[in-house]
């Protein structure tokens, strides 16, 4: 089998995540992604995509990160995708405070783990269920092939069962 050839998900139907992209499966790479994606993010949100504003936990500088949200309610849903080493989720854990750049607007609030099952079922339904035009342009990133419903669905659930959730509560 060459590297570039990938075996099929049993669970899914679907490929793994694409071999060989450089933004996808690195943290620089994530970083390089997220700085390209920053200045149209800050201009023109999108519904399931925004910047997240933090303070540095050890230089207390304002670090700002886009990443894949969903407003729901006073709400918002979040997942750090590569879980609990995120730079940015490590400035959450120290200070919870954030700003958040959402269509509609700039938004202030505390971010925090979902308290209960419940709440993370409920988490997982919006955040998985919920697909932008942009959600395909992210799993065309990281999948092989068109990128259907079932696939951006597939990929969402991927990410909140290995990432890190977290809810905000906006003021």
Known sequence: MSPNTEKRAPETGYAPERAGNPFVGSTKGGRVLSAMM???LL???SDTFGVIT???RRTGKTRRKCVRV???GNRVYLVSIPGEHAAWLKNIRANASVELRLRGGTFHGLARDPRDAEERDLARRIFCETIDPLDRVACALHRR???SRQ???ALHH???DRG???VVELE
């Open 164 to 166: 890190t959730p977290l």
């Open 38 to 40: 920053l200045p149209l």
């Open 151 to 153: 696939k951006v669905k």
């Open 145 to 147: 092939g068109r990128p």
């Open 43 to 45: 201009l023109s949100p």
């Open 54 to 56: 933090t303070t540095g």
């Open 158 to 160: 991927k990410w909140f």
């Open 70 to 72: 969903v407003r729901h």
